[in-house]
Structures are given as structure tokens and as C-alpha cells.
């Protein structure tokens, strides 16, 4: 294949999963009983893939991030505090809770990669903690550990005299908010992967003293990341907060803004594929439909995405995106075995 | 609210008690990190998994407690043999790859355990009944009995470092992995031994959690939790950095806690942590 | 080129996103005159999404003896650290379905309906709760919504189930009923209108406690309270402030609030202690909290009771609190069935013939779960119909005692019209659970919940 005809048969794709994704709602009311359900449940696959795409942009420098839930809470809250509190519309506390996620990430990124590896993983941790137990403790302002719930408060558009609600009711028009959303902030993230400052990212990921020695501000980029991909975790905490409506803490493991929810962000983002853009995408939709199909034996699940994260990492380093390599591999393994087996049974 | 000296001191001997529980649990975590160089997330789940045999044998099957913790330190141990050989080992300290790996694992043992030991709260025997009163005080025993049991295990590890052979290989493994290669010391069988020694320990540190508060399957979490803070204080892969880590860690939110509400007392040891981690990454022992 | 063609591709986005936003709210605004009656009038049987109409119930009843299905969906966390409590409750629901179901189902009209139950896990998270809930309604056409046990996941689901037109049966306890002004109080209101109550909640059991305190235990005036860390237990404490003076006793210290994680209670229980009570309340607990405040309690050297206002079986604070004295708390001990109505024993038998141990520790959130859906069964065919707005409407005119059975006792009905605004919480006899001084677990006095 020449390069022209990958380039088109990769745009095409493109387009038609473009057209699937728009279409989607749809789809769903011509094909399922409960549209508005299904429509709910993409919808909290939209705001994870903003999520785990976010941490995997703070990966592209080398470091894994495990404050995403604890980012998420602080936009989330801000968002749902500011319009409470003092009115203000969603769309701009929405903004807002991603700025002040970006900003707590900016102050913290410097101190913060200070350390590498390991000691960076655990300061996020704990900052995810620290932000869950505050949102607890901080009860005149956040509830407590009983959380916030705001039904009236539903984010509008008024374009002439047409006024779209973004109401839980079919969950369609929050469907399209989250991918206008997500798109926009998904391809700011690919355009950054793509372009020099992408590439900068992966010299400071293989060699970051190397990239330092020829002249490259590694702690500037690695703050620049982190600010970013807290604001778009914090945004992704603000769509989380309007579509569900509450905001609870409990410390239960369970809980979204607990240490788990990054903990399955960063499956998310290895079984999809850590090398590739599209990895977090397929992990965060093929799992959560997975799990959605599986409610039955929702107390297995843990155990079946462990076991599955675990069968990844040793045996499909690439994640999901590299199946058709991975087949392909395994293909010629096994003709290669067969084969054997028949010249020596000659 | 008035809070007395004797308040503070019978919460510094409470904190003792808390911290020798911590110890026990972030000695293997730190040994793992500085023997093999993988932060074990599954670690927490291994102490739970102790706490569970313990439990099987004690509460359902009638055995000794005394006796149930020592079988469960050795099934526990040999639970992380198999764990480093099948899936710690392969992994070889690449970081991504066993961030995942242990997650997972720590996923599939809570799982399995919440299976086998249906849902729910669960409770081992008490080590030792009741309180006695010095000058106005009230200590429990069982506290008392707990911090002994983790002093004489962390002598025991200690001694053995010191003085055995295979002790001083691995702190030659833990100082300088290629230093100890090039003397012959075979680091499969260090890693072997490093986790199979902190899971032991962790299932000791889990018994003695599970009788003195109780046991369910997500108690390895907020285990693990406050094993990596006191590795961080302590500086990771320290013993002597471990032991004085965890005592600080158990007193400081104690007395936290008793002065300023069982809340602070979670969240002012992190916030301390996370400074602690930023100013002095190596911690109170650390080296590099 | 690339990036031009991207640019396109982002515009072309943008174009059909909003484009696909038109569409749907012009599409909207045709429905909304439909779709918008059953939130008015009564009938339910469109579901917010569209043209589907929900199963079964709600459709043909003209022909006679049809046995039909009637779905009621459970929502509670039946994974993570909490999952003991909601596996118990979704135990009791399966024993009081199947108990109707074996008796023949509920004879509503010509028909027979057979309860179809089914259960979802919200696993503590309110996004789960809420997908649990439009799972529950929009693809199994659940009718009736009992759960979620944790207080503030009702608010989420509630809103879910009145656009449905689906009936938000409360069956397990709340933490503080409308009377405890908070913000995010989830009790029964005149503005919430198919949502229904079918259980006590702790300030309205509290008094019970206090007679039962200022009875046995004379001596005991001042009271430290303590318990979980949630709005309503600040208000609570508040409430306590004015209420327990006014029956001769004395609210001491502060509040001590517990963190659900709170794993060593000696530092709270040494600061709650440092006020010089007679008696120690947890005015809200979690299923470990009653049981380590206690324990905690007696290795400081405090001997005065230990009372709880959130149901809870002594053996489970007992379990934690190994041989602990002067221990009470609403909920129903299993160590002493003998006394308890011949319903409960009934239930109970069915308990243990499904192979649970007959002194199981979480025995009373199983019961509570069974009466709940047993009394919202009653409602249902004492209203002869399946239409939830129906039911909601009849089960608010049940005011008469005796109206309704409980496994608690006899003589309940409806009421809550003076503290609550509304006619729909359950007014039922309840226990006193505890321990003496004498050390043997018991069920110490029947009391019968009034709620005005």
C-alpha cells in the first residue's frame, strides 16, 4: 500500500467512526429498550476517555499520575460549588473547575517532578487522598461526606429563540455536549502528541537528562503537560458533576473520585494501547461496555479486569491496538508450530 | 475539651502500638522496593490475606491464635514466593509493567477473598483481653502484646540482616544491585527471599490489625496506604528507616488525631508526607 | 495539508454536533406535550426516552385471571466494603418476593401478579446508583424503586425515578428525618411527590432510647454523642441540644465526628470521654462504629452505657466489643428469637433454610429489607392496582393502626403528615436491643414508632 492510500483509508476510518460516534444516540433509540440508559453510560465513557487520555499526555513525559480521580473531585466540586453557591452558569463554572484543577496541578507540578518515577507516582497518589479526605472534612463547603446534589441545575443554551436544556431526561443532548467536549480537548491533545512539543516529550520520557544536556526545559514541559492534562481532567470532573448531578466522597473503593478510578484509568490506558493515542479510547469504551453487560457478575469484575490487565502486560505489551499486529504474530506462530509437527510426524 | 498529659501520653502509646502494625507491613513494601526496585501495590492485599488464614484457622476451624498467626506468617510466605516467581520476577523492575501487574494482583486477591470469606465485617479474638490502669492510665493489653510482637519481629529481621549470610547478601542487593551481582550473589534468589520474608510479616502485621480492629477485604488498601507513607518518611528501601517511619507515623496521628479530631488525623500525615517527599525524597535513612 | 484537512475534520465535527443538538431539541419539542403529562397525571407508562411504553404492568387489563409480572428493582451496594449490608437487604427483598410469589402472587382485580425482583449494585458511587436506576426502569421497566441504602444517593435517584413516574420506596432507615433541618435532607416531602417511607429514622427512635436510658440506667444525665461523619449528624447534634435538656439530661462535649476510615477509635473515644459522660451515644453508625466506640470505650476505662440510634443487632458491636456490658441500640437481636412476633420468626425460618447461619450478625438489615417490600406489597394490593401514582396516592390514606402488617408487630400504619408534610412514613412497633449487666444478649423492650 502506498502512503497516499493508507493516509486515505486511515481518514476514512476516521470519518466513519466520526459518523458512528455523532450518530450514536440514534442508533441507540432504533436498537435498544433503554436508549436513555445506554446514551448515560456512553456518556460516562466520554468524560473517562478525557480522563485517561489526560493521563496518558502526563505519561508521554515517563511519569504515571495517580491523582487523575483526586483532579477530577477538585473540578468537579468547583464546578458544582460555584453554581450553588453563587450561581453562576454551568457552562462557566465548567470552565472554571478545569482552570482551578490546572491551577492547584501548575503550583503542585513544580515540587512535584521534582522526584521521578516511583516517588512521583506516590506523591500523586496521596495527593488524590488528600483531596478526597478534604472534600470530606471540608463540610460547610462541600457536605461532608453525605456530597452535594444539585438536580436543578442543568446547563442551557439559548441560540435565537431555540433553548437546549442538557437534562438527564434522554441524556441525548448531554450526549453531544460531552463529545463536542471531548473532541475538542481530545484533539488538542493530538495535535500537542504530534507536533514538536510531542516529540520533546517522548526525548524526555526515554532520556531526560539527554534532552536536558541538548538544551531541552524539561521541567518547563513536564509542568506544561501536567498543567494541561489538569485542567482537562478537571473539565472531565465538571461534565461528570452536571450529567450525574451529585457529588458524593465516600471512601469507599468504589467511590469515582477514590484511588481506584485512576487506578482504572491507567488500565484503561494500557490495555488500549499506552503507544497510542486511540489506546485509551478503545480500553475506557470496550471496558465500561463490559462491564455495563456484565452487571450480573459485577462482583467478579474486579477480578476479571485484574486478570485481564495482568494477560496484557505480559503477553500484549502493546494493549488492544496492536491486536491486528499481535494476531498476525500469533498467526505465524502457530502455522510455524503446525508445520513442525508435520515434518516431524513424517 | 481538656485534654489531659495522661490523654497524651496513653495516645503516644496507642500511636506506639499503631505504628508497630505499620512496621510490619512497610518493612516488606521496603524491602521489595530496595531489593527488587517494584513498589508492591498488591502488598496491602497480602496483608490482608494473612489476616484471612488466620481467621480460617482461628475463628472456623478452632486452632490456637497464637499458633494460626505462625501458619498463616508461613502459608503467607510461601503465597509470595509464588507471587514474586510468577509474576514479580518477569517484570524485572520495569516500571509501568509492575504498577500494573500489582494492581491487578491486588484487585484479584481482594476479589478472591471477598468469595471464599463471603461479605462483611469480620473479627479475630482478641490477643489479649481487657486494660490495666498505671497511674490513672488505661493501656490495653492487646496493644501492649501487639507492639511487643512487632519489636521482637523487627529484631528478628534485624539480626538476620546482620548477622546470617544470606541476611548480608541482601543488604548488599538492597545497597548496590550490580555491586552484589559481581560477588557471586544470585539476585533471583535474593527477590525470592526478600518477598517471601515481607509477606510473612505483612500476614503478622494483618493478624495482629485484624484482632485489634477488624478484618474485610478492603483492608489491604488503607494498609498499603500507610505502608508507602511510612517508607517515605523513612526513606525507601530503609529498614532502620521503616521502623522509626512507622512509630512516627502511628504516634504523630494519635496525637493528631486526639487534638484536633480523627479527621486531621488522616489528612495532616499525607499533606506531611507529600512535603516530606518534596523536601527530602530520600527520607530519614535514605541513600541513594 | 494535514493539519488542514484535521481543521476540516474538527469543523465538520462542530457543524454536526450542533446540528445533531438542533434535531434533538426540535425533536423534544414535539414530545414534551406527550411526555410531559405522566410528571402531572397519573399514568407512568411512558418512559422519559420516548415511544416505548414500560413492561408489562401498565399494559392490557381487561382480560380476566391473567398472571402477569410486576417488576420492582432494589438498588443497593453489593460490591466494595459495604457489601455484607447490601447483600443482606437484597436478601431480605428475595425472601418477602418469594414469600408472596409462593402464596400465589398478589391478586390485584381478575389478575395475579408474580413479583419480579431485581436487584443492581450501585457500588457506593453515585454514578452507579443513577445507571443502576435508569437500568432498572428503562430496560427492565421496573415499576417501583426500593433503595439505595445510603441516605444521599436517595437525591439521585429520586429525580430518576419521578421522571419516570416510578415510585422511590424508602425501606431501609434514615439518618434524620425532615423534622432535622439540613442541607440535602432526603426525607419524604410535599414537593417529592411518589416517594414513600417505610422505615424509622434515628431522631424519631431517639426518645425511645432516652426512656429507655432514663428507666434502667437513673443515674446517667450527661450524654456524649458521637457518629459518622455527615451533614445530618451535625445536625443531629444540634437537635440534641435542645431536645435532651428538655427531658432532663445534658448534652456533654463536643461532637465527635468519625471519618469512614477511621481505623483506631482510642483518639476520638479519649477526646468524647475527656467531658465526663455518663453515657455515650452514637446518633449515627456505620456497621463497625457502634462496636468500636465501645471497645474503645471500655479499654479507657468507661463503664457507662454504650446506646445506638442506628438499627444494628447487638452481636455485631459485641462481635467487635468482645463481652462488653450496659450495650443498647435499636435493632433485633437473633440470640433471643423467642420473645419476637411470630412473623419475624416466620422470616427467620425462611433465613435460615436458605443456608444463612441463624445467629447471623447482619440478621436485622435482612429484616428490615423484608419489611419493606413486604409492607409496599401490602400497599400495592390493599390499592388493587400496579400503577405506582395509584399506590402512592392509597398508601398515603392507610392511617388507621392495624392498616398494615410488620415483622415487627402489629398495629402500623401511615402517618408523618405534622413532621414531614406528607402522609407517607410508616408508623411501626420497632425493638430495643442490647446488653445488661448481666451480659446476655437481648431483645430488652418493644417500642412503637409515632411519627405525627
Redesign the interface.
Known amino acids: 500500500m502506498t502512503e497516499r492510500a493508507q493516509r486515505i483509508t486511515k481518514t476514512s476510518a476516521f470519518v466513519v467512526i466520526l459518523l458512528l460516534v455523532l450518530a450514536l444516540p440514534w442508533i441507540l433509540r432504533g436498537t435498544v429498550k433503554a436508549a436513555p440508559y445506554w446514551t448515560h453510560v456512553f456518556v460516562l465513557i466520554g468524560v473517562f476517555t478525557l480522563m485517561t487520555s489526560s493521563m496518558r499526555a502526563i505519561f508521554r513525559t515517563g511519569e504515571v499520575s495517580l491523582g487523575t480521580a483526586g483532579f477530577m473531585l477538585v473540578g468537579g466540586y468547583a464546578a458544582a460549588i460555584l453554581s450553588i453557591r453563587l450561581g453562576l452558569s454551568p457552562w462557566l463554572t465548567m470552565l472554571l473547575g478545569g482552570l482551578l484543577s490546572a491551577a492547584i496541578g501548575g503550583l503542585l507540578a513544580y515540587p512535584f517532578f521534582r522526584v521521578k518515577g516511583v516517588y512521583f507516582s506516590i506523591t500523586t497518589l496521596l495527593l488524590g487522598f488528600v483531596f478526597l479526605y478534604l472534600a470530606g472534612w471540608m463540610d460547610w463547603l462541600t457536605g461532608g461526606w453525605q456530597g452535594l446534589q444539585f438536580f436543578n441545575i442543568t446547563p442551557e443554551l439559548t441560540i435565537g429563540s431555540l433553548n437546549v436544556a442538557f437534562t438527564t431526561k434522554t441524556n441525548i443532548e448531554y450526549y453531544y455536549l460531552v463529545v463536542v467536549v471531548v473532541g475538542i480537548c481530545l484533539f488538542v491533545l493530538y495535535r500537542m502528541e504530534r507536533s514538536r512539543v510531542g516529540l520533546v516529550w517522548k526525548s524526555i520520557s526515554e532520556a531526560d537528562h539527554l534532552a536536558q544536556s541538548v538544551g531541552v526545559n524539561v521541567m518547563g514541559h513536564k509542568i506544561f503537560v501536567f498543567t494541561v492534562a489538569c485542567f482537562f481532567t478537571g473539565l472531565a470532573g465538571g461534565l461528570y458533576a452536571f450529567h450525574v448531578h451529585a457529588l458524593s466522597p465516600t471512601s469507599t473503593p468504589a467511590n469515582v473520585f477514590h484511588f481506584f478510578t485512576s487506578v482504572y484509568c491507567l488500565m484503561y490506558m494500557v490495555v488500549g494501547g499506552v503507544n497510542s493515542f486511540y489506546g485509551p479510547l478503545v480500553g475506557t469504551t470496550l471496558f465500561m461496555l463490559l462491564r455495563e453487560w456484565g452487571r450480573s457478575v459485577s462482583e467478579y469484575w474486579p477480578l476479571v479486569m485484574g486478570s485481564i490487565l495482568i494477560l496484557i502486560v505480559f503477553f500484549m505489551p502493546k494493549g488492544l491496538v496492536g491486536l491486528p499486529g499481535y494476531s498476525r504474530i500469533w498467526y505465524e506462530k502457530l502455522r510455524g508450530f503446525l508445520r513442525r509437527r508435520a515434518l516431524s510426524s513424517e | 475539651m481538656d485534654i489531659t498529659a495522661q490523654d497524651a501520653v496513653q495516645s503516644i502509646i496507642n500511636g506506639l502500638c499503631m505504628g508497630g502494625t505499620y512496621v510490619l507491613i512497610g518493612l516488606g513494601l521496603t524491602l521489595i522496593l530496595g531489593i527488587m526496585n517494584i513498589l508492591q501495590f498488591a502488598h496491602g492485599e497480602v496483608y490482608m490475606v494473612g489476616a484471612f488464614i488466620v481467621y480460617l484457622l482461628c475463628v472456623l476451624n478452632g486452632v490456637n491464635l497464637y499458633l494460626a498467626v505462625v501458619i498463616s506468617m508461613i502459608a503467607t510466605a510461601v503465597l509470595g514466593l509464588i507471587l514474586e516467581r510468577v509474576f514479580l520476577r518477569p517484570l524485572k523492575g520495569v516500571f509501568l509493567s509492575y504498577v500494573c501487574v500489582t494492581t491487578g494482583l491486588s484487585l484479584i486477591l481482594q476479589t478472591a477473598v471477598m468469595l471464599v470469606f463471603s461479605k462483611g465485617v469480620k473479627q479475630l479474638p482478641s490477643l489479649w483481653g481487657g486494660s490495666f490502669s498505671v497511674g490513672g492510665m488505661f493501656i490495653s493489653r492487646e496493644r501492649v502484646v501487639a507492639i511487643v510482637i512487632a519489636l521482637l519481629l523487627t529484631l528478628a529481621l534485624y539480626s538476620f540482616l546482620k548477622w546470617t549470610r544470606y541476611g548480608l547478601a541482601m543488604t548488599a542487593s538492597a545497597q548496590h544491585r550490580e555491586g552484589a551481582l559481581m560477588q557471586g550473589i544470585n539476585p533471583n534468589l535474593m527477590s525470592a527471599l526478600v518477598v517471601a520474608i515481607g509477606s510473612g510479616l505483612a500476614a503478622v502485621g494483618g493478624a495482629l490489625g485484624g484482632s485489634i480492629f477488624n478484618l474485610d477485604p478492603y483492608m489491604g488498601g488503607l494498609a498499603f496506604m500507610k505502608g508507602v507513607t511510612l517508607i517515605v518518611i523513612g526513606g525507601l528501601g530503609s529498614i532502620p528507616g521503616a521502623v522509626v517511619g512507622g512509630l512516627f507515623l502511628g504516634v504523630a496521628e494519635s496525637l493528631l488525631a486526639l487534638f484536633f479530631g480523627s479527621q486531621m488525623g488522616i489528612i495532616l500525615p499525607l499533606v506531611l508526607v507529600i512535603i516530606f517527599l518534596l523536601f527530602r525524597p530520600k527520607g530519614l535513612f535514605g541513600h541513594d | 495539508m494535514k493539519k488542514r484537512?484535521?481543521a476540516i475534520?474538527?469543523a465538520?465535527?462542530?457543524v454536526?454536533?450542533?446540528g445533531?443538538?438542533?434535531m434533538?431539541?426540535c425533536g423534544?419539542d414535539e414530545e414534551t406535550t406527550t411526555?410531559a403529562a405522566p410528571t402531572t397525571t397519573a399514568g407512568p407508562t411512558t418512559?422519559?426516552?420516548?415511544p416505548?411504553t414500560t413492561a408489562a404492568p401498565t399494559t392490557a387489563t381487561t382480560a380476566a385471571g391473567e398472571t402477569k409480572e410486576l417488576v420492582i428493582g432494589g438498588i443497593a451496594?453489593?460490591?466494595?466494603?459495604?457489601?455484607?449490608?447490601g447483600?443482606a437487604a437484597k436478601t431480605g427483598w428475595e425472601l418477602a418476593a418469594a414469600k408472596i410469589n409462593d402464596a400465589g402472587g398478589l391478586k390485584i382485580g381478575n389478575d395475579t401478579y408474580m413479583v419480579k425482583l431485581l436487584v443492581?449494585?450501585d457500588?457506593?458511587?453515585?454514578?452507579?446508583a443513577?445507571?443502576a436506576a435508569?437500568?432498572l426502569i428503562?430496560?427492565d421497566g421496573a415499576t417501583f424503586i426500593m433503595g439505595p441504602l445510603?441516605?444521599?444517593?436517595k437525591?439521585?435517584i429520586y429525580?430518576?425515578c419521578a421522571?419516570n413516574g416510578v415510585m422511590l420506596a424508602d425501606v431501609d432507615t434514615k439518618n434524620a428525618s425532615a423534622a432535622i433541618k439540613y442541607?440535602?435532607n432526603t426525607d419524604v416531602s410535599p414537593d417529592r411527590p411518589l416517594h414513600a417511607r417505610f422505615h424509622w429514622a434515628n431522631d424519631e427512635m431517639m426518645p425511645y432510647l432516652f426512656d429507655y436510658l432514663q428507666e434502667n440506667y437513673p443515674d446517667a444525665k450527661k450524654i456524649a454523642v458521637c457518629g459518622?461523619?455527615?451533614?445530618?449528624t451535625?445536625a443531629l447534634y444540634d437537635w440534641l441540644g435542645t431536645t435532651l435538656p428538655a427531658r432532663g439530661l445534658e448534652r456533654v462535649?463536643?461532637l465527635?465526628?468519625?471519618?469512614?476510615?477511621?481505623?483506631?477509635?482510642?483518639?476520638?473515644v479519649?477526646?468524647l470521654l475527656?467531658?465526663k459522660p455518663d453515657a455515650i451515644l452514637v446518633a449515627v453508625s456505620t456497621?463497625?462504629t457502634w462496636?468500636?466506640v465501645t471497645k474503645a470505650a471500655?479499654?479507657?476505662?468507661f463503664n457507662g452505657p454504650v446506646m445506638c440510634s442506628t438499627h444494628m443487632g447487638v452481636e455485631?458491636a459485641l462481635?467487635?466489643a468482645?463481652?462488653a456490658k450496659d450495650v443498647f441500640g435499636a435493632g433485633i437481636a437473633m440470640a433471643d428469637l423467642a420473645g419476637l412476633p411470630p412473623a419475624m420468626q416466620e422470616a427467620h425460618e425462611a433465613y435460615v433454610a436458605k443456608g444463612y447461619p441463624a445467629q447471623d450478625?447482619?440478621a436485622d438489615v435482612y429484616l428490615v429489607g423484608y419489611n419493606g417490600l413486604w409492607v409496599l406489597l401490602q400497599a400495592i394490593e390493599k390499592a388493587q392496582s400496579v400503577d405506582p401514582q395509584e399506590v402512592y396516592d392509597f398508601y398515603q390514606t392507610l392511617t388507621n393502626p392495624g392498616d398494615l402488617q410488620t415483622l415487627w408487630g402489629d398495629g402500623a400504619y401511615v402517618g408523618g403528615l405534622q413532621s414531614t408534610g406528607v402522609n407517607a412514613v410508616l408508623c411501626e412497633p420497632y425493638w430495643i436491643n442490647g446488653v445488661g449487666a448481666d451480659g446476655v444478649q437481648k431483645n430488652l423492650k418493644q417500642v412503637f414508632i409515632d411519627v405525627p
Not at chain 3, 457500588?123 to 452507579?128: F, G, L, N, T
Not at chain 3, 445510603?150 to 444517593?153: G, I, L, R, T
Not at chain 3, 459518622?228 to 445530618?232: G, R, S
Not at chain 3, 465527635?256 to 476520638?268: F, G, I, K, N, R
Open positions: 484537512s484535521l475534520l474538527l465538520l465535527m462542530l454536526l454536533g450542533l445533531s443538538v438542533w434533538v431539541a423534544e411526555t418512559t422519559g426516552g420516548g416505548q451496594f453489593l460490591t466494595g466494603p459495604g457489601a455484607a449490608g447483600m443492581e449494585d457500588a457506593m458511587s453515585v454514578d452507579q443513577s445507571t435508569q437500568k428503562q430496560q445510603v441516605d444521599a444517593f437525591n439521585v429525580p430518576i421522571q442541607e440535602g459518622v461523619t455527615e451533614a445530618c451535625v462535649g463536643a465527635e465526628q468519625m471519618a469512614p476510615d477511621t481505623a483506631d477509635y482510642v483518639p476520638p479519649t477526646r475527656s467531658a456497621p463497625q462496636g468500636q471500655r479499654d479507657l476505662g455485631f462481635m467487635i468482645e463481652g450478625e447482619i
